[in-house]
């Protein structure tokens, strides 16, 4: 296992990652914290502490270190697993590097620990671009260098909560600007240092959401803005929307999928906000300036379904696969958007992203 020059942050032993390891290590993993998520609005919960029946299916944190380890095992070198720090209770930060291409993009999953596939999806794509030679996975690894996060919030995840468990029960989503979490600091870091230019974010909504009048179940939501356009930069809002319209038509005529856009949010704080607008950074560190980061958008999948999990991650895992071959072959940059401009908004179901 050859250690990148780009790899700057401590390299954890895998082998000793998981529960076990963090053991040995001298590290304890708190209980998870009986508090209830509090209600989200608009549109009701996500999923809750009590469907613990509905989780088993899904992977919990050392599953993940070891699906980790054994992608990185049979990739023949091409994806390098790293840790950017610990979380909250002590959990190793977990990140996959895939590919060797000029354009870094970041693909995110489960800053809130309570929205589940979205895990099990980003695994999957990883290990699609490790181990396939398609000509697809060929090409996304010879012209991006794709930063996979599989669980961003170990500790909510373990808990299935959305925020952090740490006594401020912060949101992870909404901390780039206080930086009050240690999730936050240390992937903020990573993120000054690789520039990505390109990012993908992957969230739930509530189990039962609608498409705007219509009583059509509404399984995907497509998040083109955190923040106001008037306060991106042109090419930001353009890309946004050619990013949601290649993620569109990827799903185009995929089973029952009545797809919606997110509501008009204007929200500074969040992780995607501050990609793109720069401008914050943890005590000590120099923000970024508005514009490393070209394109950001968010994915809002329905909630989980009895015995459609499979389904539920491949409502991530294919538009996210079109929007890493279109930013690779050059197609992203020439889309228009008239699929996004034509959509209904989600009525509701929204975790709040
Ligand atoms: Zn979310």
């Known amino acids: 296992m050859s250690v990148r020059p780009r790899s700057r942050r401590l390299r954890a032993g895998l082998a000793l990652a998981g529960s076990a390891g963090l053991v040995a290590a001298g590290l304890t993993v708190a209980a998870a914290p009986a508090t209830a998520d509090p209600a989200h609005t608009p549109g009701g919960p996500c999923l809750q502490p009590e469907q613990e029946v509905k989780r088993s299916s899904v992977a919990n944190y050392d599953e993940v270190v ?52 979205s895990t099990q999806a980003v695994l999957d794509i990883l290990q699609n671009l490790g181990s396939s030679g398609s000509p697809d996975a060929q090409l996304i690894r010879d012209e991006l260098t794709v930063i996979v996060i599989p669980m961003y919030n170990p500790d909510g995840s373990e808990a299935n909560i959305r925020q952090s468990t740490t006594p401020t029960r912060t949101d992870l989503n909404r901390d780039w600007e206080n930086f009050v979490q240690p999730e936050s600091r240390a992937y903020w870091k990573l993120f000054s240092e690789l520039e990505p230019e390109l990012a993908l974010d992957l969230h739930h909504m509530g189990t039962a959401p609608r498409v705007a009048g219509t009583d059509d179940l509404n399984q995907f939501q497509i998040g ?130």
Request: glycine share 12%; hydrophobic share 35%.
């Open 66 to 117: 070891r699906k980790l380890s054994q992608i990185e095992n049979n990739s023949q070198g091409r994806v390098q697993v790293d840790s950017v720090g610990l979380s909250g209770e002590g959990r190793e930060l977990f990140y996959a590097t895939v590919g060797e291409g000029d354009t870094t993009f970041w693909l995110q999953a489960r800053i809130h620990g309570n929205e589940l596939q």
């Open 224 to 353: 083109a803005r955190t923040v106001a356009p008037s306060r991106l930069l042109p090419g930001q809002w353009d890309l946004a929307r050619q990013m949601s319209e290649v993620s569109l038509n990827a799903l185009e005529g995929y089973g029952q999928t009545h797809l919606a856009r997110y509501s008009d949010i204007d929200i500074t704080n969040a992780v995607l906000s501050r990609m793109l607008l720069g401008g914050t950074a943890p005590a000590g560190e120099t923000p970024m300036e508005q514009g490393v980061t070209k394109g950001a958008i968010f994915y809002e999948v329905r909630g989980v379904g009895q015995k459609s999990n499979g389904y539920l991650a491949n409502l991530f895992s294919r538009p996210t696969m079109a929007v890493l071959k279109a930013a690779a072959d050059g197609s992203l940059y020439t889309s228009g958007w008239d699929s996004y401009d034509a959509l209904p908004y989600g009525r509701s179901g929204s975790c709040g992203f």
